[in-house]
């Protein structure tokens, strides 16, 4: 499979399906891992950029790790490609991004549930996703994926501090474990701030749809564990999986309940603004598409519109990004034409529904 099918059909974290799927869109566990005998990547001379960029392709193609790997070198890779594979959470914007000539790639299969970045910040960036919340199962597959690639790369590792990483926060046990999270009822009854508050108490980072660096638009949160050191990955997933991420998803059910208690007729106003405006605008961006489609998602979760899926509100979350459009369109365009393009798209999509 290319890249170009990849606009075809829904990655695994996009599925609309698994626990908690009204609240938890995705669950997604990280490692990151270097060779020994190695210096990080930023340090690293060309010569030995290419020798970990072999060593990976070797290993990972040789271990067989899914019955479809799709191989990418983002050297090769146009402009275009890349930045899809940026919104398909596939890789890093930094991965994306190429300010030099250093050998770069990465290994996915096609159902992507899981990727591979090599010679991103790390030599290897490891991540498996899973729809709703799935971080015990996500953690098992990219547990067995570790242990593949382990038997046959030699990983750089201290006894005294873990495994080694170019940045000092990922020291340890190398793990991120985060869930991506739609929270509209918070955001519409000005709880929100609670929740970045409590987040930053525990030590988690809280970020947007694509992110660091990324706003919370569309109400949509990404929160992940800060730091790695001094817990093992049982005890950072069990932190995730049975106290952090309940505790939220409760906020936002007392949240919901509030607004059909308090506010019903402000709350289906809104819900039926947004179907109105998507299906009638001639000209939308991304970020007023992505709070339309917030406001939708709330709708059919609380059972106010039953026109609609999760799942297709999902994909339209991705779809409607640029790169999306374009390869879509089969063309490239500037901003105003991806406008247009955007609401008609979502025009023809909720025709459909």
């Known amino acids: 499979m290319s890249i170009s099918k990849m606009t075809d059909h829904a990655g695994e974290w996009l599925k609309g399906t698994g626990p908690s799927n009204d609240v938890v869109i995705s669950s997604r566990i990280r490692l990151a891992r270097n060779l020994a005998g190695f210096p990080f990547v930023c340090r690293a001379n060309e010569r030995q950029q290419h020798e970990i960029y072999d060593l990976c392709h070797r290993n990972i193609i ?85 242990d593949l690639l382990e038997a046959k790369l030699d990983y750089a590792y201290s006894n005294r501090f873990g495994y080694l990483t170019a940045c000092p926060t990922n020291i340890g046990t190398g793990i991120r474990v985060s869930v991506m999270l739609h929270l509209p009822a918070l955001k519409l009854t000005g709880e929100i701030e609670k929740v970045r508050r409590a987040a930053r108490d525990m030590h988690l980072a809280v970020r947007g749809l694509f992110g660091e660096g990324s706003e919370a638009v569309g109400d949509l949160y990404q929160i992940s564990n800060q730091t790695t050191l001094g817990k093992s990955e049982l005890e950072i997933l069990a932190d995730f999986e049975t106290t952090v991420v ?50 939708l998602r709330l709708g059919v979760n609380l059972g106010r519109i039953e026109l609609l899926d999760t799942r297709m509100i999902n994909e339209l979350f991705i779809l409607t990004q640029p790169a999306h459009l374009q390869r879509l369109a089969g063309r490239e365009m500037d901003p105003a034409e991806r406008r247009i393009e955007r609401a008609r798209f979502i025009r023809e999509k909720l025709k459909r529904a």
């Open 62 to 146: 040789e271990q067989k790790l899914d019955d479809n790997v799709l191989w990418i070198n983002m050297l090769e890779s146009p402009k275009l490609d890349r930045e899809l594979l940026v919104e398909r959470h596939l890789i890093s914007k930094q991965h994306a991004h190429i300010a030099d000539d250093h050998p770069r790639a990465v290994a996915a299969s096609t159902d992507e549930t899981f990727a591979i970045m090599i010679n991103e910040e790390d030599h290897l960036r490891m991540q498996v996703l899973r729809s709703g919340l799935q971080l015990t199962e996500a953690f098992r597959h990219i547990d067995h994926i570790d």
């Open 246 to 295: 309940p505790q939220i998803i409760a906020y936002e059910h007392q949240a919901r309940q509030a607004l059909l208690q308090q506010r019903e007729a402000q709350l289906d106003d809104k819900i039926w603004r947004a179907w109105a405006i998507l299906n009638s605008a001639r000209v939308m961006g991304t970020e007023e598409v992505l709070q339309l489609l917030s406001h």
